[in-house]
């Protein structure tokens, strides 16, 4: 009897610890829906709030200006924060300046800051420096729906990042009917370019984790799929046509 209950001790210590295991794979929370640009669900207000509280090792910065780039590819919630948003933003690298603010430590919605009040300096620094934007964020979804809202104030760009996903086999709308996920603030941090134009990508949980082979935050990088290239490379193309 003794043994029974102890190999019943294992079996329960096995399950735990392979539910934190997958647990661990999620970045966001599963509640977790788009921008709220209210920023009333954040656990911090702005950038300053979130400096003077948290460890440096807890979150990454890094800009990559491109010498005559007109465009920023960017994601002020990169990392932990919205699952696969850095790796699509790392993509552009070599043809466009990119930006990111990662969140690296568990728990990391908390270092969620809205666009709306995201004012990093080194980002804000690199918006107003370019005439454009491309912003890419995660939303939660629908479970299983592979989807992406296209917002931001350059309508007739997101219509052509539209038609493009689509035409590569992806799901893909204009963010107008989607007021929280749209973009449009004249206080994004999107909005904040030369010009004042935009794209803003909000991609489903579901299609972030069609990219990867493993959704895990330590292999993502690593496990990049056919999917994820046809799909920023059914962005690129127009941003090779708009941008360049």
């Known amino acids: 009897m003794k043994k029974f209950f102890a190999l019943l001790l294992l079996l329960a210590i096995g399950w735990g610890v392979y539910y934190t295991m997958q647990a661990q794979e999620h970045d966001e929370p599963v509640s977790s829906g788009g921008e709220d640009e209210s920023g009333s669900n954040d656990f911090y207000r702005n950038f300053k709030e979130l400096e003077e509280n948290e460890s440096t090792s807890s979150y990454n910065i890094t800009a990559n200006p491109v010498p005559g780039s ?4 960017m994601s002020p919630h990169g990392g932990r924060i919205e699952g696969g948003v850095s790796e699509i933003v790392h993509f552009f690298d070599n043809d ?90 004249n206080h994004n941090i ?6 004042g134009q935009s794209v803003q990508l909000e991609i489903s949980r579901s299609q972030r984790e069609a990219l990867f082979d493993s959704f895990d935050f330590r292999r ?21 046509e708009e941008y360049t």
């Not at 007109?70 to 590819?73: F, G, P, S, T």
């Not at 999107?190 to 010009?195: E, P, Q, V, Y």
């Open 70 to 73: 007109r465009l920023l590819v």
């Open 220 to 240: 993502r990088s690593s496990t990049k799929n056919e999917t994820f290239y046809r799909y920023v490379r059914a962005i690129r193309t127009v941003l090779d």
């Open 96 to 185: 466009f300046s990119t930006y990111l603010f990662e969140g690296l430590r568990e728990n990391a919605s908390e270092l969620h800051i809205t666009s709306t009040n995201f004012d990093e300096p080194i980002g804000v620094a690199q918006a107003k420096a370019h005439d454009y934007i491309l912003a890419v964020h995660g939303y939660k979804g629908e479970e299983g729906i592979d989807h992406t809202l296209v917002g931001g104030t350059d309508y007739d760009r997101a219509e052509k990042i539209v038609s493009s996903l689509e035409r590569n086999g992806f799901s893909a709308e204009l963010a107008v009917a989607h007021a929280t996920l749209s973009g449009t603030s």
């Open 190 to 195: 999107n909005n904040l370019t030369k010009t």
